[in-house]
């Protein structure tokens, strides 16, 4: 449970990156080796590694072995989770606002 | 009435938005003032009970909610920073009777605190309520705090939203 509640917060701090958000929509598309990916960036190829342990790490990305190359693929179960709680947060606090303008509302009559 | 861009372009934020028919001094009671506070925060039917509020950086607002025929639920809120009549920063989380931080008792597997900053703009007698919030992981937000000497918010955030139902879409 405790990891669970860690890895969300890693998922946000994951995304908050915006090379590792271009990152993601480009490995959501097709799997892609890691040099492929450097390419994309004017960055090292630390740099990017660095990027994708980070999303590694938030359980965003799969990578797997294919002979000399690794592969990255998206791993959408997380950003799933992501969602949903940002979509709880959001409704949650709709809810509290619509009750502070009914509370507005009743103290200015 | 919600975005999730910040003023200056960055997509990095959950950014609510709300225009209330309301001078800003009332709505600023209506978050600082313990008794009008509780008219509003809980859900409907909860009565809501303060334990302490304590209004400066570092200062406590606890309190319980206590559901129709139900538990008792502990929240808080911790300080950042408050800037009267137009800013709060504030972290949020469910606590317990001592103060401690618990999880969510419903979402267990959520995140333990949120950090919130409220806004609020007045206009033509109306005011313009914003609110930026999001996950936080306080053991590095007082990790930066030791070292930067002042609150900063971890950007812990999604991109936009379009981006994030565009990996969903795309990839279920």
Known sequence: MVEYILNLNSIFGALSDPTRRDILSRVGDKELSISEIAKFYQLTFAAISKHLNVLEKAHLILKRRQGKQQLVQLAPAALKDASEYLKHYESLWNDRLDSLEQYLEAIQK | ?172
């Open chain 2, 1 to 172: 009435m919600t975005e999730n861009h910040s003023p200056n372009g960055k997509s990095q934020e959950l950014v609510i938005t709300r225009v209330f028919n309301a001078p800003r001094e009332l709505v600023w009671k209506a978050w600082i003032e313990s008794a009008r506070l509780a008219q509003w925060w809980g859900p409907k039917g909860f009565k809501m009970m303060v334990a302490k509020l304590d209004l400066r950086p570092q200062g406590v607002f606890h309190y319980s909610m206590q559901a129709p025929n139900g538990p008792e639920m502990w929240g808080k809120f911790v300080f950042q920073e408050i800037v009267a009549p137009e800013k709060i920063v504030f972290i949020n989380s469910f606590s317990d009777k001592d103060g401690g931080i618990t999880p969510n008792p419903y979402m267990p597997n959520w995140p333990l605190e949120v950090m919130n900053t409220l806004t609020l703009e007045e206009s033509n007698g109306k005011t313009t309520l914003t609110l930026r919030g999001g996950p936080i992981n306080a053991t590095e937000l007082q990790a930066k705090t030791f070292e930067e000497g002042r609150p900063s918010m971890q950007q812990g955030f999604i991109g936009t939203w379009e981006q994030l139902d565009n990996y969903l879409a795309k990839n279920s």
